[in-house]
């Protein structure tokens, strides 16, 4: 067999197993796994020795050019995708960003030309704010365009983001009997409303009182109302960027109860506690939900361990400094959200397999596997099967880094985990059979990305 390329030498991790192997790629797609793939005409060879070779990463949560509190978020779709591209990260699902009253169908035109420049593939899930306003042939448009899952917000009434029960219980059935997935950001509304008002009111708007505005119990509240909703109207339900113990516990006891359900959390959410908004500069590490306790942190890697949670994503939504700094002592309309994008493997790997939480085979289950299955991707995205895309993460466990702004690629000049050493980063990165990462070498090119259609779930 003739091959354009092959990575030899590595071990090869997917759900459940590894090997030795090497795979040869021929025509971007994945034509042969096995030992000692060779053969005259090869143009290069790939030596993954010491390394993992894993599906491409899939982060399934980012805001590129996100227009949010009157500034856009910092990283667009070519400088987003290219971070990526040094975590390993091969696919992104993005979201639309709709004008009020817009219908889904031109929402998605209008975000795949922004995203026209991004090095790496990528989709949307179709952000819809309300229900009622719309006709549902345009849902039906927007399934057969490839976009299959939809996202619901239960808060945010002061900017018309949020979706009334009776709309959300409608609208869940809806998308379920089209084959679709709705993606549903839980908290309560009218809790947080009266916080914030009372906090206002007080003249406590430093960032510290940002998880008070927020509680713990609006988020598991609004979780099991809406397990509830989808239950009833017979929907398929993704949980956003879950964060409380009571959160993974409905979860947990929902998953037996025969609802098509899955739940994902983000690095932040498993490294950093609320603590952080004590700090001089706390206000920027302001996202929603807000950081949490350590016992929610610990319920969210048992939860990734035992399988209550399906995936890891990064809800990766960027702001520099002078863009948060404005607001230092107003939490209320501080810009929200954290840089994530391309620490997401690193992290991961370090946090979890390097201290025994989880197994290399689970890691890649949570970033690449279970994303491709739960919206649509799979098995052309997260797996290593022949006659398949060949986005491929060669993934090196001893590699180290020193996480800080400069250290990394993301248009930030913050991070997160900011003197935290990471280990585990990619040695090569393919997409589509093509290399994008050598060695720290970006190699890719802006409009590498291809727009991916994403199948219906079957019923």
């Avoid at 978020?73 to 960003?97: L, P, Q, Y």
């Avoid at 593939?121 to 179709?126: A, M, Q």
């Avoid at 004590?278 to 939900?289: F, K, L, M, S």
């Avoid at 399988?307 to 939490?331: I, W, Y």
């Amino acid at each position: 067999m003739k091959f354009d390329c092959i990575v030899k030498n590595g071990t090869l991790v997917s759900r459940g197993d590894s090997f030795k192997a090497d795979v040869g790629i021929t025509d971007h797609r994945i034509s042969a796994i096995g030992k000692d793939l060779g053969g005259k005409g090869v143009k290069d060879v790939y030596d993954a020795s010491g390394c993992f070779v894993t599906p491409g990463f899939i982060d399934s949560h980012t805001h590129m050019n996100l227009p949010l509190a009157n500034t856009v978020s910092s990283d667009d779709f070519f400088t987003g995708g290219r971070a990526g591209v040094w975590g390993g990260v091969t696919t992104i699902i993005d979201f639309t960003t709709p004008e009020p009253n817009q219908a889904p169908a031109e929402a998605i035109k209008e975000r795949r030309k922004e995203a026209g420049i991004s090095p790496i593939d990528f989709s949307f899930h179709g952000t819809l704010y309300g229900y009622n306003n719309l006709d549902r042939g345009d849902l039906n448009e927007a399934i057969e365009m490839g976009v299959t899952s939809f996202k619901f917000f239960t808060a945010y009434g002061e900017s018309n983001r949020r979706t009334p029960d009776g709309e959300l219980v409608e609208a869940l059935g809806e998308i379920g009997k089209l084959g679709g997935l709705a993606m549903v950001h839980c908290e309560n509304d009218e809790i947080i409303a009266k916080k914030r008002e009372e906090l206002k009111s007080g003249g406590k708007k430093s960032i510290k009182y940002h998880p008070i505005s927020r509680p713990d119990y609006s988020e598991s509240e609004a979780v099991g109302k809406v397990v509830h909703l989808a239950g009833a109207a017979g929907g398929n339900l993704h949980l956003a960027h879950l964060t409380t113990k009571e959160s993974i516990e409905i979860l947990e006891r929902s998953k037996g109860a025969g609802i098509d359900l899955s739940g994902e959390t983000c690095p932040q959410y498993l490294l950093l506690t609320e603590a952080r908004y004590e700090e001089e500069n706390g206000h920027r590490y302001a996202a929603t939900p807000p950081l949490r306790k350590d016992k929610d942190r610990e319920a969210l890697w048992k939860g990734l361990a035992n399988g209550v949670l399906e995936s890891v994503a990064t809800d990766h939504c960027p702001f520099r400094n002078d863009q948060k700094d404005e607001f230092a002592d107003d939490f209320l309309n501080v810009p929200q959200g954290l840089p994530g994008v391309e620490t997401l493997g690193s992290i991961l790997f370090s946090e979890g397999v390097g201290k025994g939480r989880l197994s290399i085979e689970r890691m890649v289950e949570l970033i690449s596997e279970n994303p491709a299955r739960r919206f649509g991707l799979y098995p052309n995205k997260g797996s290593l099967t022949v006659g398949t895309d060949a986005d491929i993460t060669v993934f090196d466990p001893d590699k180290s880094k020193s996480l800080n702004p400069d250290n990394l690629h993301m248009n930030t000049d913050f991070n997160p985990f900011t003197g935290k050493t990471s280990r585990g980063w990619p040695r090569f990165v393919f997409l589509r059979g093509k290399p994008v990462l050598e060695g720290d070498n970006f190699v890719g090119r802006k409009g590498g990305g291809s727009w991916i259609r994403r199948k219906k779930r079957n019923k």
